[in-house]
């Protein structure tokens, strides 16, 4: 079973589109976040949400919209993609939003915008 | 903003040979954890300190911990070539984030 799944694994869309990535988690987890990772390999977090409430919002351009349904959930929203955009985006949850247990990770959505 | 650096950025070993690793941070902190990150793949939690601790051991990994010095090292003892991957710290603080460092790409070969 996987414990943090997204989708898609990959995706490749043009300028000015917009598009969904989706997570999942079935460890029970409180916490979940978005992280993304830049060509080189640098991670840096996005958002984090804490039993469906926004607790993390780093300094992201907000075409990104994260949307979490339940606190299994938390899917991540773009508008109007630019190349810069082109990156790893990596989900991950945590049993409490404390961060005094591990992390996991979902496998990344590669996107690239052309 | 990245919170740790990581020292070296690459190092490549002979099979059965120690790997070290260091991170160092910036903030105070409640743990640092560190991850492995195989080739296209997700992070995986290799271990966590927390900051009352100093030295850690799970199976070939020897995680040390200076909060006065604001660093860590991540040892790998008799390495294999399936340890070849990417190695980063990640530090929580009062905030409760998890901050990646840089990383470290480890290469054992055969």
């Known amino acids: 079973d996987t414990a943090v799944s997204q989708t898609p694994k990959y995706l490749v869309t043009q300028m000015g589109n917009d598009k969904s990535i989706k997570c999942e988690q079935n460890l029970g987890h409180d916490t979940m976040y978005w992280y993304k990772q830049d060509s080189k390999k640098f991670l840096k977090i996005m958002f984090s949400?804490?039993?469906?409430?926004?607790?993390i919002n780093e300094t992201v351009p907000n075409r990104f919209s994260p949307k979490s349904p339940d606190k299994a959930h938390l899917n991540l929203h773009i508008n109007s993609l630019e190349l810069g955009d082109s990156a790893v985006y990596f989900c991950?949850?945590?049993?409490?939003?404390?961060?005094?247990?591990?992390?996991?990770f979902g496998q990344g959505t590669r996107l690239t915008v052309v | 903003s990245q919170q740790g650096e990581e020292d070296p950025q690459a190092l490549s070993i002979q099979e059965g040979e120690n790997a070290t690793m260091n991170c160092s941070y910036k903030t105070s902190i409640n743990n640092l954890q560190w991850y492995r990150q195989n080739s296209g793949r997700g992070l995986v939690h290799l271990i966590l300190?927390?900051?009352?601790?100093r030295e850690k051991h799970s199976g070939r990994l020897r995680v040390t911990l200076d909060t006065s010095k604001k660093s860590s090292s991540l040892l790998i003892t008799a390495s294999r070539a399936a340890d070849t991957a990417s190695y980063f710290c990640?530090?929580?603080?009062?905030?409760?984030?998890?901050?990646f460092g840089s990383g470290t790409r480890l290469l054992v070969r055969p």
């Open positions: 991950a949850s945590s049993r409490t939003e404390a961060m005094n247990t591990e992390a996991f």
């Open positions: 990640a530090t929580v603080d009062s905030s409760y984030k998890l901050i």
């Open positions: 300190i927390r900051s009352n601790e």
């Open positions: 949400y804490n039993n469906k409430e926004l607790i």
